[in-house]
């Protein structure tokens, strides 16, 4: 199985406090991966800390993307190799149109951006300010819209589900599949997911290969991960604990 | 010396200058800086008036309905001119008003008769071409009732010379129910010193709109257009926008005095400060009951070596009035360019992204053409750090 993503012990700080402790994960090229944890376990933390940004500071530990060592690389550098991440709460930018911003993630891509913003019912957004009074839903879809243009191999995918309708979140499962060739399952898939949720609603839409829960900055957890949502459904995260006391590993 | 204060005496007077025959013996580097202001053949308007230091070259129009001639040939055809003349702007306001009207150079004299409502813009260009001048111009804009105008001005300075200084005084008048969009996208040089002096008067009904753009460097700048609206329903907006750099000082106002009743106004400026100081001033007075006036200065710092002062002023002799002001001046949030840089810009790619976008202004009422020539300056304008 080719490896996509390879993280090794990884210590993060944020500002001056260590968040993420000792992390260790492997996603192999076309799996899909879904993080479970409660608001300010480090999931989102994690999430940035592979995207590159610099208020994540690495204290040990190292990234490898397609076998390079992405430890230090600059967020922009990681784009380029293909690395695309889907945010909670993105930031408006002023005097900034979605249209420019999907024409500058296409680059060398030949997609058609009026076309694809059709598909999902988003043409109408395409002149409007970037992120200025979108809904919840429309975040997601304005996120998930750049993200099909920029075409990653690796998606991160932070929180997709909150702050979405029940009308809207259909779509965004559905743009989430085609974001990781989950809409044609009979070819062979070469993009992976890493999906971080507290809610864990989000499979209900989209099927991962793999679960972990991450509670206090480490993997406590890892395994089938519907079995685990159920597990978290029924016990809370408190029940992961006690679980965790009788099978650690 | 202050920073508002230019020694007059050390300019020449650009009648001294040697005169090109016609805009071909321009070289190519000007011709370009030309087009980039929007002189470019390709780009549809009414009527065009270019001049290089004193010298009109250029003085046509395509239509009916709008006439256009250097100033002071009006001088010698209208008898009515003395009705406009002097009247918006005082010519003993202050030195340079006082310098133009000793010794003017030439300027631009343009009148749209009443009902004619012009499609494409006109364009002006006021050049200097000869190193160490004054170039001392009067111009006079008359939109007659119920006529509109969309009147672009360019001005700028060869790309090689020095010192230069520009006046510019400007009498605009709006008829009742007339409209005047007047812009202006400035590409002075970084020892150019510029004194506009403009007065605009609006009678009832009608609608003035300036946007001024400079986007690229120049040493010193000072103006403060008076704009009265004396007439009900009259309606006036200024939209600045701005970059400031090392070295340049930039104060630029805006007065509106709201004489009538239901009266309205807005003044917008948006300035990035690479260096340099900016003074954004804006101010409205309420002559009148049942009038609206809202001012909104922001700033965006990219350097401390910079200074911006937004200076906002709201002045109301009645009470039934609606006065409002929000002024904010800051960095650029590095959330918005590390979102950028997760879509693959560099930092600096993704900073001049964001100061495009702080720039971009949406005017209402402003025609495409005129909207297209501001993006274009935008695009070219190095934004970033």
């Not at chain 1, 909150?162 to 009979?186: C, R, Y």
């Not at chain 2, 200024?238 to 509106?256: L, Q, W």
């Not at chain 2, 009951?289 to 200076?311: F, N, T, Y």
Request: charged share 30%; proline share 4%; aromatic share 8%.
């Amino acid at each position: 199985m080719k490896i996509l993503l390879e993280i090794k012990d990884l210590w993060v700080e944020v500002e001056g406090k260590e968040v993420l402790k000792g992390i260790n994960l492997t996603l192999p090229v076309g799996q899909t991966h879904i993080i479970f944890g409660r608001n300010g376990s480090g999931k989102t933390t994690l999430l940035m800390t592979i995207m590159g940004f610099p208020s994540y500071r690495i204290k040990h530990g190292k990234i490898y993307f397609k076998g390079e060592d992405i430890t230090n690389l600059p967020p922009y550098e990681r784009a380029k190799k293909g690395i695309g991440i889907m945010f909670q709460r993105p930031p408006t930018i002023k005097g900034v149109k979605l249209r420019d911003i999907l024409k500058l993630c296409a680059k060398e891509n030949n997609i058609k951006i009026e076309e694809l913003a059709q598909t999902f019912q988003f043409e109408k957004f395409l002149d409007r300010e970037l992120n200025k009074g979108f809904s919840g839903g429309e975040l997601k879809k304005s996120e998930l819209l750049q993200l099909l243009v920029q075409n990653p191999d690796l998606v991160l995918l932070d929180e997709p589900e909150s702050g979405v309708d029940v009308e809207n979140i259909q779509l965004i499962g559905k743009m989430i599949k085609k974001l990781l060739q989950k809409d044609t399952p009979h070819k062979p898939r070469n993009k992976s997911g890493l999906i971080i949720t507290h809610t864990g609603f989000i499979l209900q839409y989209v099927a991962a290969d793999l679960g972990y829960v991450i509670m206090d900055g480490e993997i406590y957890c890892k395994g089938n991960p519907v079995e685990i949502f159920e597990g978290i459904q029924k016990y809370g995260y408190e029940g992961c604990k006690k679980c965790l006391k009788r099978f650690s590993w | 010396m202050k920073k508002e204060t230019i020694n007059l005496k050390k300019f020449k007077s650009a009648k001294e200058t040697s005169k090109p025959k016609d805009l071909s013996e321009l070289t190519e580097e000007e011709k370009e800086r030309l087009k980039l202001l929007g002189l470019d053949e390709k780009l549809k308007r009414e009527g065009e008036y270019v001049q290089i230091d004193a010298t009109p070259l250029l003085c046509r129009k395509k239509i009916e309905g709008l006439e256009i001639f250097p100033i002071t040939e009006v001088f010698k055809k209208y008898d009515f001119i003395s009705d406009y003349y002097w009247k918006a702007v005082s010519s003993e306001k202050d030195e340079f008003t006082k310098a133009v009207a000793e010794d003017l150079d030439n300027g631009y004299f343009i009148r749209v008769l009443p009902g004619y409502k012009l499609v494409y813009p006109v364009q002006t260009c006021l050049y200097i071409r000869t190193e160490n001048i004054a170039q001392k111009v009067h111009n006079i804009v008359i939109v007659e009732e119920g006529a509109e105008l969309n009147l672009i001005t360019s001005c700028s300075v060869h790309p090689h010379i020095g010192s230069a200084l520009h006046i510019g005084v400007s009498e605009f008048y709006v008829k009742k129910g007339g409209k005047l969009t007047f812009s202006m996208i400035h590409v002075w040089g970084e020892k150019t010193d510029v004194r506009p002096r403009t007065g605009i008067i609006v009678e009832e009904g009608g609608t003035y709109i300036s946007t001024y753009v400079s986007l690229f460097p120049v040493r010193n700048i000072q103006t403060a257009p008076v704009c009265r609206l004396l007439g009900k329903d009259a309606k006036a907006s200024f939209i600045s926008i701005i970059a400031n750099y090392p070295g340049s000082y930039v104060n630029i106002g805006g007065e509106v005095h709201l004489e009538a009743e239901e009266t309205k106004t807005e003044i917008i400026s948006r300035n990035v400060v690479y260096g340099g100081e900016n003074i954004a001033r804006g101010k409205i007075i309420a002559k009148a009951p049942k009038v609206k006036g809202h001012l909104e200065c922001q700033g965006l710092m990219l350097s401390d070596e910079g200074i911006m002062r937004a200076i906002p002023e709201l002045d109301s002799h009645f009470y039934d009035v609606e006065l409002t002001h929000e002024a904010a001046v800051g960095k650029i949030a590095q959330e918005e360019v590390e979102y950028l840089m997760a879509r693959g810009l560099s930092e600096d790619e993704a900073t001049s992204l964001i100061v495009k976008g702080f720039l971009t202004v949406k005017i209402e009422g402003i025609p495409p053409a005129l909207q297209a020539q501001i993006d274009k300056t935008l695009e070219l304008a190095k934004l970033g750090f």
